[in-house]
């Protein structure tokens, strides 16, 4: 309740109404009454001076009228120089109150700024937050989410092999096998060819025998490994 008071804030609210005329007057009358102290201040340290420039002068006199055999005048030299002494005592007393008092306002000007500080950032982080608002958070890390399902699915999709992939491999074999059949038959039908030589004599003895079966069997092999190639 003492800061809503220094703040201008009513109870149950969290924004600070505008500055009153009396506020005004109170932040004023702070800072006249620290520039009062330092005035008064500064004119004590010149009356200090002063009674500490009597005191050596008392004491110097006091001296010089015993060495005098003036005994009498010299005791007055001495008792003003006590005197003196209390005033300036009293003096250092009045400067020790007048810096409390200044560090006391000055303090209580930092403390309340410092407060009021703390006060527009708890205020500001309310709003910040109010402004945020809990279920638009929601929803974007909901359409984050939705987002990087998609972009899942469309690795996956992509991932997926591809028509070539499918194809049965023992099938494709049966079929090369079966093309490599087709061309061996094609071989084995077509006619021998007669020498030009033998055509001319007409003997048929010379014409090249049929290939016998292994070497039917390495063209095939050599085929193959063609194909396979």
Known sequence: MVFRKMFGLKAGSSEPQKPTKKDKVAAENAINAVGNLNDNE?????KRALLEKKMDEELA???????????????????????????????????????????MLENQRA???????????ATAAKQTMQALN???????????????DEMMAVQEALAQPTVMGDMD????????????QEVLDEELLKPAPVPASAKADGDVSK???????????????DF??????
């Open 224 to 229: 193959e490994a063609e194909l396979a190639a």
């Open 111 to 121: 403390t309340v700024e410092v407060v009021q500080s703390m006060h527009n950032a």
């Open 134 to 148: 809990v279920d638009r958070v929601d929803d974007l890390l909901a359409n984050i989410g939705e987002q990087n």
């Open 169 to 180: 491999d023992e099938e494709l074999a049966g079929e090369l096998e079966m093309l490599q």
């Open 42 to 46: 500064e004119r004590l340290e010149k």
């Open 61 to 103: 006199k006091a001296k010089a009228l015993n060495s005098q055999n003036k005994k009498q005048q010299a005791l007055l030299a001495l008792k003003k120089k006590k005197m003196y002494e209390t005033q300036l005592e009293q003096t250092n007393n009045l400067i020790l109150r007048l810096n409390e008092q200044r560090l």
């Open 207 to 221: 014409l090249p025998a049929a290939p016998k079966t292994s070497q039917v069997d390495d063209e095939l092999a």
